[in-house]
T-cell receptor
Framework: DAKTTQPNSMESNEEEPVHLPCNHS???????IHWYRQLPSQGPEYVIHGLTSNVNNRMASLAIAEDRKSSTLILHRATLRDAAVYYC????????????FGKGTRLSVIA | DAGVIQSPRHEVTEMGQEVTLRCKPISGHDYLFWYRQTMMRGLELLIY????????DSGMPEDRFSAKMPNASFSTLKIQPSEPRDSAVYFC??????????FGPGTRLLVL
């Protein structure tokens, strides 16, 4: 799977939007962009995924650059419960590969 | 559904002892994954199964580690003999057709 690059950590104020960036310059045409997050002392959980178009769900929005070499996970109003490690993962939609996690971005939310 | 169930949640053992971690995947899921998480190495995929058959065990660190899936609702990860460097949080996850993966709460293992 292609590699992703994320900042090690980010900080946000509560109730403000958060934009978590992910670079994936070697993405292939069949790679889906997945985001998972891991809350403290829990297993990772699915957040959102997309291929080319921007995606929205109840948890977040995913904005994908036109050339697909980068994407941004958007939390519209950060809460203290959003403090977690956020992982951006590429996975080939045509292959049979499970998720391979990188280091992710540790998001801190300040009250 | 209760989600992925793992047991025990915590395990403390002495070096050289056998450790068995257990996982019950979500009913109907055909893929099961074992991951290990440490501060140094992050979240590593150890092995995964499809329809109870191991597909890729290249992440298993060494022969002391073994995993089985005797039926669709149960899997074990065994470490024999255990060593202090095996101390980590072990996660089990399951999915249907390599879709969204659902993770269990993890087993925190400490080998003294």
């Amino acid at each position: 799977d292609a590699k992703t690059t994320q900042p090690n950590s980010m900080e946000s104020n509560e109730e403000e939007p958060v934009h978590l960036p992910c670079n994936h310059s070697t993405i292939s045409g069949t790679d889906y962009i997945h985001w998972y997050r891991q809350l403290p002392s829990q297993g990772p959980e699915y957040v959102i995924h997309g291929l080319t178009s921007n995606v929205n769900n109840r948890m977040a929005s995913l904005a994908i650059a036109e050339d697909r070499k980068s994407s941004t996970l958007i939390l519209h109003r950060a809460t203290l419960r959003d403090a977690a490690v956020y992982y951006c993962i590429l996975r080939d939609g045509m292959g049979n590969t499970p998720l391979v996690f990188g280091k992710g971005t540790r998001l801190s939310v300040i009250a | 559904d209760a989600g992925v169930i793992q047991s025990p949640r915590h395990e403390v053992t002495e070096m050289g002892q056998e450790v068995t971690l257990r996982c019950k995947p979500i009913s109907g899921h055909d893929y099961l994954f074992w991951y290990r998480q440490t501060m140094m190495r992050g979240l590593e995929l150890l092995i995964y199964f499809n329809n109870n058959v191991p597909i890729d065990d290249s992440g298993m660190p060494e022969d002391r580690f073994s995993a089985k899936m005797p039926n669709a609702s149960f899997s074990t990860l065994k470490i024999q003999p255990s060593e202090p460097r095996d101390s980590a949080v072990y996660f089990c996850a399951s999915s249907w057709a390599l879709g969204t993966q659902y993770f269990g709460p993890g087993t925190r293992l400490l080998v003294l």
